[in-house]
């Protein structure tokens, strides 16, 4: 029996909005794709049963977190993550990376070795080199692998950002030789140049010479406004293979999503769905909606009346106003679970819209209400 290959299809593009699928050992991704964050092997307050049925075909992990707990010899006695979580749909792995800058007081650069970390947990100290990221992201298994990268905080300083793609580049090979020639999984490279046009065009020439399965727009979502972020992606979204996935790492809110996906970007991730939640905020078909706000106490109305996940449909804004108030743990679950619905349904639009050539209505229609 022949083994699935990871392999890309772009179906149709509207415009620069492209509608694709990313096939995979361990099923489909239809693009443009959302993916919710499972930083350490779970969404938060969520069980993946409710995660699939809200039409998540796709996850992301983390590298440096599930590296600090559980460990990979615990993953690798589960043969991976997806036995160890009980998600047996594809899983794309962050390299770590993202925490060489969030945990940056917590590590150091050393460019031939990689960043050298203080453990966030217990304070020992540990490498986390191009070929040790791989390595781990091999124990976890993941469909989709991410290469090292120093990903540089929102900056106008060019020489700390160019020094940082240097830095990328040659982790961006080291990472290709230790991934090795594994058609089943995908490895992507990860551009990064801030803000700036001829550094981006740079980091992505030296990744397509290495070559890689897709690539990832990085070093964004770090503090910039969203008119630079579409800056950016209106200049180097167009010199991305166009028979490779384009994934925009770390956003975002709705109309993030809708303006990236206009710009010709395939798939994304975010936090936001559920730590959204975990504060009382839920996004709706008419906008975003803070249920800490007083004016929903006596709002007999759902959040989504036809969403049958959990019985969803039946918890009135009222009930969610006093759990708030009240601290209760079900708020969270309850509204975590909505956004995570409802980023799909508004995932499974946009790729419809595509398809019959109205995205551009869908996108006036939604762009300036998140």
């Not at 964050?37 to 995660?51: A, I, P």
């Not at 925490?99 to 590590?107: D, E, H, P, R, W």
């Not at 650069?109 to 960043?115: F, Q, S, T």
Request: net charge positive; hydrophobic share 35%.
């Amino acid at each position: 029996m022949s083994k699935k290959k990871f392999s890309f299809e772009l179906i149709t593009q509207n415009e620069k909005a492209r509608l694709g699928r990313i096939n995979t050992k361990r099923g489909i991704v239809d693009t443009p794709a959302f993916m919710p964050v499972g930083t350490q092997g779970t969404l938060k307050g969520l069980f993946v049963e409710d995660v699939q049925r809200a039409g998540t075909q796709i996850i992301l992990g983390n590298t440096y977190h599930l590296m600090i707990r559980p460990g990979t010899r615990v993953l690798q006695s589960f043969d991976g993550l997806h036995n160890f979580m009980n998600w047996q749909k594809p899983i794309l792995t962050d390299s770590g990376g993202f925490q060489i800058m969030s945990l940056s007081k917590l590590n150091k650069i050393d460019k031939e070795i990689g960043a050298i970390f203080s453990s966030h947990v217990d304070g020992k100290k540990f490498i986390l080199s191009p070929e040790k990221s791989i390595q781990i992201q091999k124990s976890i298994d993941s469909d989709i692998m991410m290469v090292l990268d120093e990903c540089p905080k929102l900056t106008s300083d060019k020489k700390k950002i160019l020094s940082a793609i240097n830095t990328s580049s040659d982790w961006a090979k080291r990472s290709k030789i230790e991934f090795g020639n594994n058609q089943e999984k995908a490895l992507f490279g990860i551009i990064q140049g801030g803000l700036f046009k001829d550094l981006r065009e740079k980091s992505l020439e030296n990744l397509i010479n290495i070559d890689f399965n897709g690539y990832a727009v990085g070093g964004l979502a770090v503090g910039e406004t969203q008119e630079q972020m579409f800056d950016v992606l209106d200049n180097i979204v167009k010199l991305m293979p166009n028979h490779k996935p384009r994934y925009l790492m770390g956003v975002g809110t709705p109309s993030d999503i809708l303006g990236a996906v206009k710009r010709g970007v395939d798939m994304f991730d975010c936090v936001i769905p559920t730590r959204s939640g975990r504060t009382g905020l839920a996004f709706t078909w008419e906008g975003r909606i803070n249920l800490k706000n007083s004016k929903y106490q006596y709002d007999k109305s759902p959040l989504d009346k036809n969403n049958d996940i959990r019985n969803l449909k039946n918890y009135s804004k009222s009930y969610l106003n006093h759990l708030i108030k009240t601290n209760e743990l079900l708020a969270s679950m309850i509204i975590s679970l909505h956004n995570v619905c409802f980023y799909q349904q508004f995932m499974s639009k946009i790729r419809e819209n595509i398809k019959q050539g109205t995205f551009d209505n869908f996108y006036n229609k939604y762009i300036n209400l998140y």
